[in-house]
């Protein structure tokens, strides 16, 4: 009698284990990110993706060519976190993987990454400023934010201007060891 009643609890504890591990696995998925379809067009005659572009809150973002890909890094205008970006182009839109950190934290939480998509525009006005209009998303999420940049005129990228060194200068101690 005993090992029927232990056989029957074994069984519907298994039981559990499998529906709770199967709903924990499920949870445990990531979504992808859900970017708007973007059809590649003809990059506007004239114009190339190296360059650098504002965001109010990005900052400026620096886009060069290496290896047959675009590559980029970013300040954010607070400097609270600089990021880098790698992706490919067809025409005018630009797919990228990108990896931002936080200056002064390290570990996990000091980093986070996604994918986004970015499409490169140019307003149909006289002089127009080319523009890129961009969406993004962290790995673990569905949620999409937006990015738009503006194109800055006559400003050359420089990759090596944006690194993990911290913004501010520590403050020089006076006080001597006794």
């Not at 056989?7 to 591990?21: E, M, N, P």
């Not at 809150?57 to 060519?65: C, D, K």
């Not at 200056?103 to 002089?127: D, I, R």
């Amino acid at each position: 009698m005993k090992v029927r009643t232990w056989l029957y609890g074994l069984g519907a504890a298994l039981g559990i284990v499998g529906i709770l591990g199967g709903t924990l696995v499920a949870c445990a998925s990531s979504p992808e990110a859900k970017f708007a379809t973007v059809k590649a067009g003809e990059l506007p005659a004239g114009q190339a993706w190296p360059g650098v572009y504002y965001n109010p809150v990005y900052g400026y973002l620096h886009l060069v060519g290496q290896e047959g890909s675009l590559v980029g890094r970013w300040k954010r205008t607070d400097s609270s976190h600089w990021g880098e970006m790698s992706g490919t182009v067809e025409g005018n839109v630009m797919h990228f993987a990108w990896k931002e950190h936080r200056y002064g934290v390290v570990g996990p939480s000091g980093e986070s990454h996604g994918s986004g998509v970015f499409v490169y525009k140019l307003p149909a006005v006289e002089q127009a400023i080319p523009e890129l209009d961009g969406q993004y998303a962290l790995d673990e999420s569905s949620d999409v934010g937006q990015w738009h940049c503006v194109k800055q005129v006559g400003m050359k990228p420089d990759l090596n201007s944006i690194t993990g060194e911290s913004p501010v200068d520590a403050p020089a101690l006076h006080d001597k060891w006794q």
